[in-house]
């Protein structure tokens, strides 16, 4: 299976930015639709935005639209979430998953021995 590292993540100013990093790694060189997830203290863990391949199809939640972009650098098979405007809902462990599907506007991660989970990065929002 392909494995995910993310890093980027810190600890910014409420309306500051961060530019989280996914990198790929092994697996059979088949790409899939990469997403990113958060999971704060005490929440359930959300999907936050995915992207597809090879058409680039993006989608976001509700949450961070208009905030946050997210991109991918197919030379490098690494994607990108780049997070402005901060706020204090934002905080969390951000996970990058692949696969990824949007249902009912909902972004799911692959379940366990069925895809591939990064260890996650803290983003941490804090005046």
């Known amino acids: 299976q392909v494995q995910l590292v993310e890093s980027g993540g810190g600890v910014v100013q409420p309306g500051g930015s961060l530019r989280l990093a996914c990198a790929a790694a092994?697996?059979?060189?088949?790409?899939?639709?990469r997403g990113w997830f958060r999971q704060a203290r005490g929440r359930e863990r959300e999907g936050v935005s995915c992207?597809?391949?090879?058409?680039?199809?993006?989608y976001y939640a509700d949450s961070v639209k208009g905030r946050f972009i997210i991109s991918r650098d197919n030379a490098k098979d690494t994607v990108y979430l780049q997070m402005n405007n901060l706020k204090p809902e934002d905080p969390a462990v951000y996970f990058c998953a692949s696969p990824v599907t949007v249902v009912a506007s909902t972004i799911l991660g692959p379940s366990t021995g069925f895809g591939s989970w990064g260890q996650g990065t803290q983003v941490t929002v804090s005046s």
């Open positions: 092994g697996g059979t060189g088949e790409e899939y639709a």
């Open positions: 992207i597809s391949v090879p058409d680039g199809t993006i």
